[in-house]
């Protein structure tokens, strides 16, 4: 089945340790997507990319880094420069619209990683 | 993107509609309106979306007011299943700008009553 696959499901991470969520997508999308959640909170969003070797920065950049080597793949590594990192992280991908411009389209989610630092 | 005003918790039995209101004053003539929601320990899925005539999918119907100032989001018929976050977003579609991202608030709670 098409789709988006997070993985781990739970993480754990002592203070001081980068760690590294992976997401990978089989939808054939040239959009993929980080958000974060905090509890009872809406997603806001870390960093994007739209091609293959080339991603942006969203609105809360500090702390992350990524990587697109590959179309299906986005990983996103929290260094320990990211004061507060416990949270639950959300990738995402969807297509392109015409031109390579971002368009309405939907936007599809993983089921998520949960970070704890300890 | 421009604001959208939703109430933070709604409660429905199950087998009844649900009607969840969404405000978006500033609205432009370019933004479309998407709904969004979120089961607990989930990603957000899509639910809708629509520009000014209402719409209607398998999961839900959008109603559009004539001036796009508000919104309503329709379960026909809320069932446990529909007990999520339901968020209510305004995306730019004008070339460029900042339309590849979807600015989530808080949404609205629906808790669905058996």
């Known amino acids: 089945d098409g789709g988006i696959t997070q993985s781990p499901k739970y993480l754990f991470r002592k203070e001081g340790q980068n760690v590294t969520l992976s997401c990978e997508q089989n939808l054939n999308h040239d959009a993929m997507y980080w958000y974060r959640q905090d509890p009872g909170q809406g997603l806001r969003l870390i960093y994007y990319s739209q091609i293959v070797n080339d991603f942006q920065k969203g609105d809360i950049a500090e702390g992350y880094s990524v990587s697109r080597e590959k179309k299906e793949s986005f990983p996103l590594t929290v260094t320990s420069a990211q004061k507060n990192p416990t949270a639950f992280y959300l990738c995402?991908?969807?297509?392109?619209?015409?031109?390579?411009?971002?368009?309405?389209?939907?936007?599809?989610f993983g089921p998520g990683t949960r970070l704890t630092v300890l | 993107d421009a604001k959208t005003t939703q109430p933070n918790s709604m409660e429905s039995n199950e087998e009844e509609p649900v009607h969840l209101p969404c405000n978006h004053s500033?609205?432009?003539?370019?933004?479309?309106i998407h709904w969004y929601r979120q089961l607990p320990s989930q990603g957000p899925e899509y639910v809708i979306h629509?520009?000014?005539s209402n719409v209607n999918n398998r999961m839900a119907s959008l109603a559009i007011a004539e001036d796009r100032k508000s919104s309503t989001l329709i379960l026909h018929r809320a069932t446990l299943r529909d007990a999520a976050v339901y968020y209510c977003?305004?995306?730019?579609?004008?070339?460029?700008?900042?339309?590849?991202?979807?600015?989530f608030g808080k949404g609205t709670l629906l808790t669905v009553n058996p």
């Open positions: 629509g520009l000014t």
């Open positions: 500033t609205i432009s003539g370019t933004d479309y």
């Open positions: 977003i305004l995306r730019d579609v004008a070339g460029g700008g900042s339309n590849y991202k979807l600015t």
């Open positions: 995402a991908s969807s297509i392109l619209g015409a031109g390579g411009f971002f368009s309405y389209n939907e936007q599809f």
